[in-house]
Each structure stands twice: as structure tokens, then as C-alpha cells.
T-cell receptor
């Protein structure tokens, strides 16, 4: 069965510091991968998605970037965090036959101080 | 106007009640629709897909009305464990993978 891992679970970072969040998927190949952010009490905002190694699509301009160095690895990064980057970061995957059904990792709760 | 809109609630119902949530979407080209459940400070989990013909899974029934561009979720015989936030999700195109999430409707089931 497929599993998805995210780490760390929680993170407190100062403004201006760098960020690297990692997501890995097991038990599937060639998944679509997604990064979402959820602000407190709000819905999910799609940040990036990837249909293959090295292929990244950005949904909104922001202080973040994403990379997919391996088929089942998706990384979210920032060179300098802003206060507004605080939130709950969720990685998700989807695979055939129905790439529309997405399954989420446990998330990383980021607080920028 | 938001692409996907839900009544935020909260809905407070007694155990055993029937409760219904509605969700409207603005993009008429949307292809697939889902309901997710999210517990406090946890990741969303897929509850059910929503098909044009309507579909049922135990106490849960989902329906789609393409003409009016809304989907609904009906929960019968509510349990305490149904307390959660329910997210409506609309995908912009077949297998495009880009989903838009509503802000969610919060349900609290009380004894």
C-alpha cells in the first residue's frame, strides 16, 4: 500500500531564515505530487504541483520554491522566510487510474517568528 | 467570488440527526468533485468522490447538480465521531490534478 511521509511535524523558524520541507511517497511510481498551505481556519491553497522529475508548476507567486529531484521526493524551500509563510504545509500525491483523487501526508506546522 | 464556496457553519447537531452540507463552484468546466474530512490539526482525508448519478457510502450520500453547479453531502444518523470539518473539492479538468478546496464546513455532533 502507498504511504506518504513528511518531516518535520512542527517547525519554529525566525524571519529571514531558510526553509526545507521534505515529502516522500512509498508504494507507487510516477505519482503527481502537490504542496498545499493551509492558514489557520482556512481552506487549502495549492502552491506547487509536479507531474514528473524536474517538472514543477507554480500556482501562486510567493516566497517559496519546489523541487522534485527523484520520482517520489518533493521538496519545498525558501531562502528567507516571511511572517506570512506561517501555516500548515501539506504534501499530497495522486496516481492512475484516477489522478484527481489526492492523498495527503501528515503535514508540517510551520511558525515563523 | 471564490471558485468554491461552502457555508462555514458551524453546524451543531445532536447524535442521530441528519445534516446536509452544500457547496457551490463557479467553473462550469470542472470535471471531478470530492468531499474530504479534516479533523482538528490533522491532514484532510478523502471521504468520497461525487458522481453525476449520486453515490452513497453507508450513512453518507453525495450528489452533484451540474446545471446549478453545486454538490451536496448528506450525513444520516450522525455519530459523535462525525465531528470534523468537511471540505468540498473541485478539480478543474480531467486528470489535470489541480484541485480547488473550499474553506470547509465545521460539524459538531453532541450527545
Amino acid at each position: 500500500s502507498q504511504t506518504i511521509h513528511q518531516w518535520p511535524a512542527t517547525l519554529v523558524q525566525p524571519v529571514g531564515s531558510p526553509l526545507s520541507l521534505e515529502c516522500t511517497v512509498e508504494g507507487t511510481s510516477n505519482p503527481n505530487l502537490y504542496w498545499y498551505r493551509q492558514a489557520a481556519g482556512r481552506g487549502l491553497q495549492l502552491l506547487f504541483y509536479s507531474v514528473g522529475i524536474g517538472q514543477i508548476s507554480s500556482e501562486v507567486p510567493q516566497n517559496l520554491s519546489a523541487s522534485r529531484p527523484q520520482d517520489r521526493q518533493f521538496i519545498l524551500s525558501s531562502k528567507k522566510l516571511l511572517l506570512s509563510d506561517s501555516g500548515f504545509y501539506l504534501c499530497a500525491w495522486a496516481t492512475p487510474p484516477n489522478r484527481d483523487e489526492q492523498f495527503f501526508g501528515p503535514g508540517t506546522r510551520l511558525t515563523v517568528l | 467570488r471564490k471558485e468554491v464556496e461552502q457555508d462555514p457553519g458551524p453546524f451543531n447537531v445532536p447524535e442521530g440527526a441528519t445534516v446536509a452540507f452544500n457547496c457551490t463552484y463557479s467553473n462550469s468546466a470542472s470535471q471531478s468533485f470530492f468531499w474530504y474530512r479534516q479533523d482538528c490539526r490533522k491532514e484532510p482525508k478523502l471521504l468520497m468522490s461525487v458522481y453525476s448519478s449520486g453515490n452513497e457510502d453507508g450513512r453518507f450520500t453525495a450528489q452533484l447538480n451540474r446545471a446549478s453547479q453545486y454538490i451536496s453531502l448528506l450525513i444520516r444518523d450522525s455519530k459523535l465521531s462525525d465531528s470534523a470539518t468537511y471540505l468540498c473539492v473541485v478539480n478543474r479538468g480531467a486528470n489535470a490534478g489541480k484541485s480547488t478546496f473550499g474553506d470547509g464546513t465545521t460539524l459538531t455532533v453532541k450527545p
